[in-house]
């Protein structure tokens, strides 16, 4: 089993930046791939950014890319996700998710999930 824990999320004008932290334990976190989903009330839960376990590939939705940033550090059993200017469409519940496949852009692809942090970007 891996338990997730998110942190970081937060109010934030346009064009600020926030940084996500996801801090896991139990099984082998360097042998996972993590990724963040986002999720707005009423929408599906949508892929937002993966890493390998290596950290040396990533993935972004297009939505984000070039304003976010992937990363991990598997001496401390955390990812993290840095988001640059910010836009109100991007507040939502940020979720970290971990699997040992990487490629998954679903949230059926992910096996083990965390609770949650809120992100809001006021205009």
């Known amino acids: 089993q891996v338990q997730l824990e998110e942190s970081g999320g937060g109010l934030v004008q346009a064009g600020g930046s926030l940084r996500l932290t996801c801090t896991a334990s139990g099984r082998t976190f360097s042998r996972l791939s993590m990724a963040w989903f986002r999720q707005t009330p009423g929408k599906e839960r949508e892929f937002v950014a993966a890493i390998t376990w290596t950290g040396d590939g990533t993935d972004y939705a297009d939505s984000v890319r070039g304003r976010f940033t992937i990363s991990r550090d598997n001496a401390k059993n955390t990812v993290y996700l840095q988001m640059n200017v910010l836009k109100p469409e991007d507040t939502a519940v940020y979720f970290c998710?971990?699997?040992?496949?990487?490629?998954?852009?679903?949230?059926?692809?992910?096996?083990?999930w965390g609770q949650g942090t809120q992100v809001t970007v006021s205009s």
């Open positions: 998710a971990a699997d040992a496949v990487y490629g998954g852009v679903w949230p059926r692809d992910y096996n083990y």
